[in-house]
Protein backbone atom coordinates (compact mmCIF):
# COMPACT_ATOMS: atom_id res chain seq x y z
CA UNK A 1 0.00 0.00 0.00
CA UNK A 2 1.16 3.10 -0.97
CA UNK A 3 1.71 6.17 2.20
CA UNK A 4 -1.35 8.30 2.61
CA UNK A 5 -0.91 12.04 1.40
CA UNK A 6 -1.33 14.56 4.39
CA UNK A 7 -3.94 16.89 2.99
CA UNK A 8 -2.24 19.72 4.87
CA UNK A 9 0.23 19.59 1.78
CA UNK A 10 -2.49 20.50 -0.61
CA UNK A 11 -2.74 23.88 1.35
CA UNK A 12 1.06 24.19 0.90
CA UNK A 13 0.27 23.88 -3.02
CA UNK A 14 -2.07 26.61 -3.46
CA UNK A 15 -0.65 28.83 -0.89
CA UNK A 16 2.50 28.97 -3.58
CA UNK A 17 0.17 29.29 -6.40
CA UNK A 18 -2.19 32.41 -5.54
CA UNK A 19 1.13 33.96 -4.30
CA UNK A 20 2.88 33.65 -7.69
CA UNK A 21 -0.42 34.57 -8.89
CA UNK A 22 -1.43 37.66 -6.71
CA UNK A 23 2.00 38.90 -7.49
CA UNK A 24 2.13 38.69 -11.23
CA UNK A 25 -1.29 40.18 -11.36
CA UNK A 26 -0.33 43.20 -9.15
CA UNK A 27 2.68 43.36 -11.56
CA UNK A 28 0.64 42.79 -14.88
CA UNK A 29 -2.43 45.14 -13.97
CA UNK A 30 0.03 47.80 -12.39
CA UNK A 31 1.98 48.04 -15.42
CA UNK A 32 -1.26 47.89 -18.07
CA UNK A 33 -2.44 50.80 -16.50
CA UNK A 34 0.96 52.69 -16.82
CA UNK A 35 0.71 51.52 -20.71
CA UNK A 36 -2.45 52.47 -20.83
CA UNK A 37 -1.97 55.94 -19.65
CA UNK A 38 1.69 56.58 -21.87
CA UNK A 39 -1.39 55.25 -25.02
CA UNK A 40 -3.53 58.21 -24.26
CA UNK A 41 -0.37 60.42 -24.53
CA UNK A 42 -0.67 61.00 -20.20
CA UNK A 43 2.62 61.40 -18.51
CA UNK A 44 1.18 63.38 -15.98
CA UNK A 45 3.01 66.22 -13.53
CA UNK A 46 4.20 65.33 -10.43
CA UNK A 47 0.77 65.29 -8.49
CA UNK A 48 -0.40 62.95 -10.79
CA UNK A 49 2.52 60.57 -10.96
CA UNK A 50 2.61 60.87 -6.77
CA UNK A 51 -1.19 60.02 -6.87
CA UNK A 52 -0.86 56.55 -9.17
CA UNK A 53 2.20 55.34 -6.67
CA UNK A 54 -0.13 56.05 -3.59
CA UNK A 55 -2.99 53.99 -5.64
CA UNK A 56 -0.92 51.36 -6.61
CA UNK A 57 0.17 50.73 -3.07
CA UNK A 58 -3.35 50.63 -1.82
CA UNK A 59 -4.25 47.77 -4.90
CA UNK A 60 -1.10 45.35 -3.62
CA UNK A 61 -2.15 45.63 0.02
CA UNK A 62 -5.67 44.95 -1.17
CA UNK A 63 -4.76 42.31 -2.96
CA UNK A 64 -1.76 39.85 -0.81
CA UNK A 65 -3.90 41.29 2.54
CA UNK A 66 -7.06 40.66 1.74
CA UNK A 67 -7.33 37.62 -0.58
CA UNK A 68 -5.45 35.59 1.98
CA UNK A 69 -6.96 36.51 4.89
CA UNK A 70 -10.74 35.62 3.02
CA UNK A 71 -8.90 32.30 2.09
CA UNK A 72 -7.88 31.77 5.26
CA UNK A 73 -11.26 32.49 7.09
CA UNK A 74 -12.98 30.24 4.56
CA UNK A 75 -11.51 27.09 2.79
CA UNK A 76 -8.73 26.98 5.11
CA UNK A 77 -10.21 27.96 8.08
CA UNK A 78 -9.67 24.44 10.04
CA UNK A 79 -5.45 25.55 10.13
CA UNK A 80 -5.19 27.43 12.87
CA UNK A 81 -1.89 29.33 11.60
CA UNK A 82 -4.34 32.42 11.37
CA UNK A 83 -1.66 34.42 8.96
CA UNK A 84 1.12 34.77 11.87
CA UNK A 85 -1.05 37.52 14.16
CA UNK A 86 -0.41 36.10 16.94
CA UNK A 87 -0.58 38.79 19.81
CA UNK A 88 1.75 36.37 21.72
CA UNK A 89 5.06 36.80 20.38
CA UNK A 90 4.29 41.16 19.71
CA UNK A 91 5.78 42.04 22.51
CA UNK A 92 9.04 40.02 22.01
CA UNK A 93 9.10 40.54 18.24
CA UNK A 94 9.19 44.75 19.05
CA UNK A 95 12.50 43.87 21.00
CA UNK A 96 13.71 42.30 18.41
CA UNK A 97 12.91 45.12 16.28
CA UNK A 98 14.46 47.76 18.45
CA UNK A 99 17.78 46.23 18.84
CA UNK A 100 18.04 45.55 15.25
CA UNK A 101 17.00 49.02 13.98
CA UNK A 102 20.38 50.64 14.42
CA UNK A 103 21.69 47.89 11.79
CA UNK A 104 18.98 47.84 9.68
CA UNK A 105 19.37 51.55 8.85
CA UNK A 106 22.89 51.43 8.81
CA UNK A 107 22.65 49.04 6.17
CA UNK A 108 19.84 51.17 3.84
CA UNK A 109 21.87 53.86 4.36
CA UNK A 110 24.85 52.35 2.30
CA UNK A 111 22.88 50.75 0.04
CA UNK A 112 20.52 53.65 -0.10
CA UNK A 113 22.76 56.28 -1.93
CA UNK A 114 24.04 54.35 -4.74
CA UNK A 115 23.17 55.48 -8.04
CA UNK A 116 21.59 52.44 -9.14
CA UNK A 117 18.87 52.79 -6.07
CA UNK A 118 18.68 56.69 -6.34
CA UNK A 119 17.23 56.18 -10.17
CA UNK A 120 14.61 54.20 -8.73
CA UNK A 121 13.71 55.59 -5.15
CA UNK A 122 11.97 57.29 -3.88
CA UNK A 123 9.19 55.95 -6.08
CA UNK A 124 7.34 59.04 -5.92
CA UNK A 125 10.03 61.58 -7.62
CA UNK A 126 8.16 64.95 -6.17
CA UNK A 127 10.81 67.63 -6.40
CA UNK A 128 9.49 69.05 -3.04
CA UNK A 129 8.40 66.62 -0.27
CA UNK A 130 6.57 68.24 1.92
CA UNK A 131 4.24 67.37 5.62
CA UNK A 132 1.52 65.91 3.65
CA UNK A 133 3.74 64.10 0.86
CA UNK A 134 6.11 62.42 3.59
CA UNK A 135 3.21 61.43 5.41
CA UNK A 136 1.06 60.10 2.85
CA UNK A 137 3.64 58.13 1.26
CA UNK A 138 4.52 56.31 4.78
CA UNK A 139 1.19 55.65 5.28
CA UNK A 140 0.90 54.04 2.10
CA UNK A 141 4.28 52.08 2.39
CA UNK A 142 2.54 51.01 5.76
CA UNK A 143 -0.67 49.77 4.28
CA UNK A 144 1.21 48.16 1.29
CA UNK A 145 3.81 46.35 3.24
CA UNK A 146 0.81 45.14 5.92
CA UNK A 147 -0.69 43.17 3.05
CA UNK A 148 2.41 42.05 1.54
CA UNK A 149 3.82 40.64 4.72
CA UNK A 150 0.61 38.86 5.57
CA UNK A 151 0.89 36.95 2.05
CA UNK A 152 4.26 36.19 2.33
CA UNK A 153 5.48 35.98 5.92
CA UNK A 154 1.96 35.37 6.92
CA UNK A 155 -0.06 32.99 4.10
CA UNK A 156 2.49 31.85 2.26
CA UNK A 157 5.06 30.40 5.09
CA UNK A 158 2.89 29.17 7.76
CA UNK A 159 1.06 27.42 4.64
CA UNK A 160 4.20 25.74 3.72
CA UNK A 161 5.05 25.18 7.39
CA UNK A 162 2.12 23.10 7.85
CA UNK A 163 2.75 21.28 4.32
CA UNK A 164 6.31 20.68 4.32
CA UNK A 165 7.99 21.31 7.08
CA UNK A 166 10.31 24.29 8.46
CA UNK A 167 13.29 24.25 6.40
CA UNK A 168 11.43 23.55 3.05
CA UNK A 169 9.12 26.72 4.04
CA UNK A 170 11.96 28.90 4.52
CA UNK A 171 13.44 28.22 1.11
CA UNK A 172 9.88 28.41 -0.83
CA UNK A 173 9.62 31.61 0.83
CA UNK A 174 13.04 33.03 -0.20
CA UNK A 175 12.26 31.86 -3.89
CA UNK A 176 9.44 33.08 -4.45
CA UNK A 177 10.07 36.69 -2.49
CA UNK A 178 13.17 36.91 -4.84
CA UNK A 179 10.64 36.28 -7.99
CA UNK A 180 8.63 39.19 -6.96
CA UNK A 181 11.86 41.49 -6.81
CA UNK A 182 12.42 40.35 -10.63
CA UNK A 183 11.15 43.54 -12.61
CA UNK A 184 13.37 45.45 -9.77
CA UNK A 185 17.13 46.32 -9.81
CA UNK A 186 19.65 43.59 -9.48
CA UNK A 187 20.47 44.99 -6.41
CA UNK A 188 17.44 44.40 -4.82
CA UNK A 189 17.13 40.61 -6.60
CA UNK A 190 20.25 39.93 -4.58
CA UNK A 191 19.63 41.86 -1.44
CA UNK A 192 15.60 39.47 -1.48
CA UNK A 193 17.73 36.35 -0.73
CA UNK A 194 19.88 37.24 2.25
CA UNK A 195 16.47 39.71 3.76
CA UNK A 196 14.02 36.59 3.08
CA UNK A 197 16.11 34.23 4.58
CA UNK A 198 16.14 36.50 7.83
CA UNK A 199 12.84 37.51 8.18
CA UNK A 200 11.09 33.94 7.04
CA UNK A 201 13.27 32.33 9.77
CA UNK A 202 12.87 34.64 12.44
CA UNK A 203 8.76 34.89 11.30
CA UNK A 204 8.48 30.77 12.16
CA UNK A 205 11.33 30.90 15.63
CA UNK A 206 8.97 33.74 16.73
CA UNK A 207 5.42 32.32 15.49
CA UNK A 208 4.42 35.64 14.28
CA UNK A 209 4.66 38.55 11.20
CA UNK A 210 5.55 41.22 13.62
CA UNK A 211 9.09 41.77 13.39
CA UNK A 212 9.21 40.96 9.63
CA UNK A 213 6.49 43.74 9.46
CA UNK A 214 8.39 46.09 11.64
CA UNK A 215 11.72 45.48 9.95
CA UNK A 216 10.42 45.80 6.08
CA UNK A 217 8.54 48.65 7.27
CA UNK A 218 11.60 50.13 8.70
CA UNK A 219 13.58 49.53 5.62
CA UNK A 220 11.02 50.88 3.10
CA UNK A 221 11.07 54.35 4.86
CA UNK A 222 14.86 54.58 5.93
CA UNK A 223 14.98 54.04 2.08
CA UNK A 224 12.85 56.45 0.66
CA UNK A 225 13.99 59.20 3.58
CA UNK A 226 17.59 58.90 2.60
CA UNK A 227 17.02 58.53 -1.29
CA UNK A 228 14.46 61.47 -0.93
CA UNK A 229 18.03 63.52 1.33
CA UNK A 230 20.99 62.34 -1.53
CA UNK A 231 18.92 62.47 -4.70
CA UNK A 232 19.45 65.49 -6.56
CA UNK A 233 16.48 67.78 -7.45
CA UNK A 234 14.81 66.56 -4.42
CA UNK A 235 14.37 68.38 -1.37
CA UNK A 236 12.64 68.11 2.16
CA UNK A 237 10.68 71.33 3.26
CA UNK A 238 9.83 72.20 7.14
CA UNK A 239 6.54 71.72 8.90
CA UNK A 240 6.51 75.18 8.84
CA UNK A 241 6.54 75.82 5.32
CA UNK A 242 3.89 73.58 4.84
CA UNK A 243 2.09 75.00 6.70
CA UNK A 244 2.09 78.18 5.36
Not at 25 to 44: D, E, I, N, P
Not at 98 to 116: A, C, V
Not at 161 to 168: A, K, L, M, R, T
Request: glycine share 6%; hydrophobic share 50%; aromatic share 14%.
Amino acid sequence: MYPETSPAISDGIIAIVLTSFLVFFYYWLTGSMQVAKRSRGRSGDEDTQSREILFNRILGASLFGLVPIILVLTALKQYDFKLGLSGETFERSLLYWLFSSPLIISLTWIISRRPENLSRYPQIRSGVWNAKLIILSALGWIVYLTGYELLFRGFLLFACEVSFGFWPAVLINILLYALAHIKKSRMEIAGSLPVGFVLSLVTLRLGSIWFALLAHITMALANEWISVFNNRGMRFISFKKTAR
